[in-house]
């Protein structure tokens, strides 16, 4: 049988990320604890594909795998079979034999994802397919968002700078919408997508002093790595200063949010970055227990059902 | 200098097509009847004939397909002459025209000799060859043109790639006083393209996939068409996708250019939301799939003969090369075995147009935009025929590929229209 995956936000309902977010709160209670670990997949197995580099992604799953108890296996892109020349199908397949419980992938390309989904009996987890869908980071973005902020409907969450080539804005953007957000795109016209505001139904805007109007402002990285040749903007500097956000570009009571990794001083000052106000480190810890939530619903969790009240998911450390 | 189309030799059919609708729009002829076919020959005298019974179906001439890729030198694993030609049978077709994109590149007259050679040898209905414009489809310097033109190719193309320097085209153009033939262009403005995988607009943004725009291929267009009007040349524009390219061509032609248009069976049937499949062997190819209001432009286009003709761009790829992330995948999907079924179920059966016009545009069009014999069912005239039945519900693959490649964008799905019979320079070429 084929398991549910993950491979975008679109795959969950109002009422699965809701359910989500609520299980991660349970094991964040969980994290508070002395002993850290839980039983709850107990022989489960979970492979990591990394194909992409992200310290921070791939940490984070090993970790929620782990204190879960699951046996995670990690696979790495580079020195791989990958670069003997194999290809992602190939490997899905082999490691399919493996019969583990989930994959979780990361991949610089749009499809792969989908593609491996169509390999194996595992469940799939997209952990950022080239420039199309973060799904777990978005739930965990909600998760802080709603924890720290409070609940989505009614808020309003601006992206900021290079909404062309970030994943986090794609997924984030369905999702906040999904759980009753407005949401609104602020970046240079050429890291505009086309159509942004019809394809995306949200408002957009070329000036960056419209982030007032946000409750939170998420500040997207400029990623030169997959700009490539051809300048979307003239320089960094000039970036820097027409579209990087800084304490003198924001209103009192303004969160702000990043996905990481940071380029200090490009998108977002140094000084900002730093302030504890900022919601940048809230959102990395978060990652594992929202982590942990979304291995749980959809290993353990009966899927369309409410979580079991009470027992099971923290109640015994081992 | 004539072109050459090449087909293995072999006896001429004989048989009489018994009750079927006999439908050839330029020779003025349509009529239930039978359709005699004697020694190859149109006409005569049907005693002792094999009957085909027909009743229901349609006897149309047969079709023309002006761009199809045979991978034929280089790639025989994908394709060779003889299953490309066999695909070509199997969707109606009595004559395709080869693209020169291959490994060797066809840009010298021994490569162009070898496949003609071949071509009669292996090919079941009528092919011909197109010749690269540049040397090495590099775009830089013209090939040896007045010789493989002598040798009888079909004309000179540079497909899969546009020939970006302005001051070759335009060389290209000022040659074709002394080849005669027709240059069938790829249109592209690759700068504007970039890396771009898919339409773009608004499903590649919702995707995040890197978009190649509308205009990448109309501003190639509407450079070709002033350099055309300049040198009186005698353009072919290569599957036209996007409404900008449309006008670009009725202002070309209505400035008195000799321009004509093709465009494929997928672009007038199908648009980017099927790129949401994230299934590169069905929904990715070049130029790619557009908007609704896109695709209503080719079939208003096609209807009203701003596009001259249907063409398949036929490209057949290997299951593992398409088996990739979307994004890594090569362009391309086939054509031949479901061009009519296509056109039938999304052009003829919602009445965007009759079958009438879509036979034209699926055989005289196509042969009248790159100079070739036009099929006809007029006594007398050598047999080019397709029998179909356009109320056939058929599943695509059901029954096997005759191509040695399956990446198409129909496979598994139910289309209306089946071809029964192909009749190629007078020889059965396909029977179901
Ligand atoms: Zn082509």
Redesign the interface.
Known sequence: MTRRSLLTIGDLDRAEVARILRVGNRFAEVMTRDIKKVPTLRGRTIINMFFEASTRTSTSFELAGKRLSADVVNVKGSGSSVEKGE???DTVITLNSYAPDVLVIR?A????C??AARYTDAAVISAG?????HPTQTLLDLYTIEREVGPLDGLHIAFVGDVAH??VA?SGIRGFQMMGARVSLIAPPTLL????G???GVETSTDVRDVTDADVVYVLRMQLERM?P?GFVPSLREYAMTYGINHGRLRPGQRVMHAGPINRGVEISGELADDPTTLIERQAANGMVVRMAVLYDLLAGPSGSPEPAGAPIGAVAV | MAVRLVQKPGPGASLVIRGARVLDPEAGIDEVRDLVVRDGVIGGDPDGLEVVDAGGMVALPGFVDPHVHLRTPGREDLEDIATGSLAGAAGGFVTIIAMPNTTPVVDNAAVLGTLLERGEQEAVIRVGFLAAITVGQKGQELTEQAEMAALGAAGFSDDGHPVSDARVMRRALQYQAITGLPLVLHEEDVKLS??G?MH????????????I?SISESVAVARDAALAEYEDGWIHICHVSAMETVEEIRRAKARGIRITGEVTPHHLALTDEAVTS?D?SRHKMNPPLREESDRQALIAALADGTLDCVATDHAPHDA?EK??????APFGITGLETAFAVCNTSLVAPGHMTLELLARRMSADPARALGLPVPTLADGAVADVALVDPAARVVVGQDGFRSRSRNSAWLGEELLGRVALTIAGGRIAWRT
């Open positions: 290809t992602l199908k991949h390309s749009v499809g792969a989908a593609m397919d080239g420039k199309h869908e970030s994943r794609r997508p086309r159509d942004a019809a394809a995306l490539g051809g | 970039g890396r995988v773009e607009g608004a499903v590649a943004s919702r995707l995040g996939m890197e978009g725009p994230l590169a593992d088996e990739v992330p979307f994004e890594e």
